[in-house]
């Protein structure tokens, strides 16, 4: 469905973002699990399992963003998108537990691609959503005059 040169109601270069966002997530989250024993300063009960189940259940949040969207919720699409990207800034916590001078080269890179792709998502999807709520109040007051 075409609205307003959109593809379901959402930009396609948001779509873009929201793939880069889920592959730098993914990155991350298979560095941390399979290397979690050299992160420093990890949780004894953090294991590689429970951070693959972390990754499924933020990554449901996007699938439930996208499929609103293929469902021409745009609006609500964007709002869970926005929601799953901001879960991309959760990597930055590692610096909470250890200074980014004891994280190796690989760990770093994986942490700020995730956070800056998940801050990308965020800011992108809030921007079309504040966009989207401005149109409709003005489509509103219009046709209200």
């Given at each position: 469905?075409?609205?307003?040169?959109?593809?379901?109601?959402?930009?396609?270069?948001?779509?873009?973002?929201?793939?880069?966002?889920?592959?730098?997530?993914?990155?991350?989250?298979?560095?941390?699990?399979?290397?979690?024993?050299?992160?420093?300063?990890?949780?004894?009960?953090?294991?590689?399992?429970?951070?693959?189940?972390?990754?499924?259940?933020?990554?449901g949040?996007?699938?439930?963003?996208?499929?609103?969207?293929?469902?021409?919720?745009?609006?609500?699409?964007?709002?869970?998108?926005?929601?799953?990207?901001?879960?991309?800034?959760?990597?930055?916590?590692?610096?909470?537990?250890?200074?980014?001078?004891?994280?190796?080269?690989?760990?770093?890179?994986?942490?700020?691609?995730?956070?800056?792709?998940?801050?990308?998502?965020a800011?992108?999807?809030?921007?079309?959503?504040?966009?989207?709520?401005?149109?409709?109040?003005?489509?509103?007051s219009?046709?209200?005059?």
């Open positions: 469905m075409k609205h307003l040169g959109f593809s379901c109601g959402l930009p396609n270069p948001l779509w873009v973002v929201v793939g880069v966002y889920c592959v730098a997530s993914l990155v991350h989250f298979s560095h941390n699990a399979e290397y979690i024993a050299f992160y420093p300063n990890m949780p004894t009960w953090l294991t590689r399992e429970n951070v693959y189940l972390a990754w499924l259940a933020i990554t949040v996007g699938i439930i963003g996208a499929v609103l969207g293929a469902a021409g919720w745009p609006m609500t699409a964007a709002l869970f998108l926005a929601l799953y990207g901001a879960f991309g800034l959760d990597g930055l916590g590692h610096y909470a537990l250890a200074l980014c001078s004891e994280h190796t080269l690989a760990m770093n890179f994986t942490i700020w691609f995730e956070a800056l792709a998940g801050l990308s998502l800011a992108s999807a809030s921007w079309f959503a504040g966009l989207r709520a401005v149109a409709t109040v003005m489509h509103r219009a046709s209200q005059t």
